[in-house]
């Protein structure tokens, strides 16, 4: 597609409920990022695709939080038994590859809340 | 650790005046660095970015950015505010290895007053 897709755009949802959050990256992108940003505060990075693989996924806050891409387009954010502090907006954003004249494009992110 | 600091928080201009955003951060080396604007209900737009050589960039919207080794600031610029640049701006830094883990900093909000 032309830009960065992210659906839903919003997802409210009670505390202890499974969601999952999808991105849909720019066509032939290989590398795909899912960054967090709670209120007031700058995307935090989550975790990094490249392919199908998750290469680094180090900034995954704990086991409630799974990504996969089985394909290498598409990739879905997984949180089970969602927590309030859970509520933030996650960002995707994809790129051709990884490198120094590489720059990410963002989607708009999905607003979660947590009740 | 690295980080980054944006040390205002909100900052207002009058159309038509000039702007600047403030950007240090604290890495080990010369990082790769960026700015982002993010518009309401919107994803993260890229400004501009430095890697090396010239340390004056040129973005888009008529935005630039100096990057000065010896205080360790990235600090945006615009001569003429316009109010469609109302927005939040972040800046970012990433190591130059592995440069996809960028470390972003809290934001700073714009306000323009007509």
């Known amino acids: 597609g032309a830009g960065v897709s992210q659906t839903p755009s919003n997802k409210v949802t009670e505390k202890g409920k499974y969601v999952e959050l999808r991105c849909d990256p720019i066509?032939?992108?290989?590398?795909l990022y899912w960054y967090r940003q709670s209120l007031g505060q700058g995307p935090e990075f989550l975790i990094y695709?490249?392919?199908?693989?998750?290469?680094?996924d180090s900034g995954l806050p704990n086991d409630r939080f799974f990504a996969v891409r089985p394909e290498g387009s598409v990739s879905t954010l997984k949180i089970q038994r969602t927590e309030r502090g859970d509520s933030a907006v996650y960002l995707c954003?994809?790129?051709?590859?990884?490198?120094?004249?590489?720059?990410?494009?963002f989607g708009s992110g999905t607003r979660l809340t947590v009740v | 650790a690295q980080s980054v600091t944006q040390p205002d928080i909100h900052i207002t201009v009058s159309e038509g005046a000039s702007l600047e955003l403030r950007c240090n951060y604290s890495?080990?080396?010369?990082?790769?660095l960026f700015w982002y604007v993010q518009s309401p209900g919107q994803g993260l737009q890229l400004l501009l970015k430095?890697?090396?050589?010239?340390?004056l960039v040129q973005g888009i919207k008529g935005f630039e950015a100096e990057f000065k080794r010896s205080q360790s600031s990235f600090n945006l610029r615009k001569p003429s505010v316009h109010w469609s640049d109302a927005a939040e701006y972040f800046c970012?830094?990433?190591?130059?290895?592995?440069?996809?883990?960028?470390?972003f900093g809290t934001g700073t909000r714009l306000k323009v007053l007509a």
């Open positions: 954003a994809s790129s051709p590859g990884t490198g120094d004249s590489y720059g990410y494009t």
């Open positions: 066509s032939g992108h290989t590398a």
């Open positions: 695709f490249q392919g199908t693989g998750a290469a680094d």
């Open positions: 890495y080990g080396a010369t990082p790769y």
């Open positions: 430095y890697f090396s050589g010239d340390t």
């Open positions: 970012a830094v990433a190591p130059t290895s592995g440069t996809y883990k960028y470390i």
